[in-house]
């Protein structure tokens, strides 16, 4: 079992759909979370990144995170065709490693 | 501020061959993470270096290397190249403090073995 699940998608919604992605991880150990995004043949993007339980807002991105249930989201509100892409979860210990554990990545598309 | 800055974007190597890829960080950045992407394995840490010392490494065999200079400059080599190697090869940098700061990746070298 991997330590981090994505589920790899494809997933298709309509523009302006509220887009819900999730990562479920297995390492307690994980405290550190961030969200990229990837388009075709660039570097991951980064997104969003938290270090503690609860939600955190920054722009038409939310992120949550649930440490008692080892589970994390991302949330794109009004979802456009430009957010068409592959959204991978990354996390890590907060113990100054640098080693980050990717998720398999979900890849969305928003038609419009 | 200028980002994350790989060499060379694109580059076919044949069997056997040996690759040497660059990374230069962002200015102020002294740790720097390589990382390998596959569409069968996805994206796997190689190893981190943060002032010119490796400080984490990944589980991928003797074959991968890397070092660090002292302009946080990064390059990893890859010796005698399986087909296996085929990837898209990612740095990432980041200030390298202990908690609470962000990495940042570059637009990755593609390499072809053939």
């Known amino acids: 079992q991997k330590e981090v699940e994505q589920d790899p998608g494809p997933l298709s919604v309509p523009e302006g759909a509220i887009v819900s992605l999730n990562c479920t991880y297995s390492n307690s150990a994980f405290q550190y979370f961030m969200w990229y995004r990837q388009y075709s043949r660039k570097g991951p993007e980064l997104l969003m990144y938290?270090?503690?339980?609860g939600n955190k807002e920054d722009g038409s991105f939310t992120a949550q995170v649930d440490k008692s249930s080892k589970y994390i989201s991302l949330f794109i509100r009004d979802s456009q065709p430009s957010d068409s892409a592959t959204y991978l979860c990354a996390m890590s210990p907060d113990t100054g490693r640098r080693a980050l554990t990717f998720g398999s990545g979900t890849r969305l598309q928003v038609q419009p | 501020k200028a980002g994350v800055t790989q060499t060379p974007r694109y580059l076919i190597k044949t069997r056997g061959q040996q690759v040497t890829l660059s990374c230069s960080p962002i200015?102020?950045?002294?740790?720097v993470s390589w990382y390998q992407q596959t569409p069968g394995q996805g994206l796997q840490f190689l190893f981190e270096y943060f002032s010119e010392t490796q400080r984490n490494k990944g589980n991928f065999p003797g074959r991968f290397s890397g070092r660090q200079f002292s302009n946080s400059r990064s390059e990893m080599n890859v010796s005698t190249l399986e087909l296996g190697d085929s990837a898209l090869y990612l740095c990432?940098?980041?200030?390298?403090?202990?908690?609470?700061?962000?990495?940042?990746f570059g637009e990755g070298s593609w390499l072809t073995v053939v």
């Open positions: 990432a940098s980041s200030s390298g403090q202990a908690s609470g700061n962000t990495i940042y």
């Open positions: 200015s102020g950045h002294r740790s």
């Open positions: 938290t270090y503690s339980s």
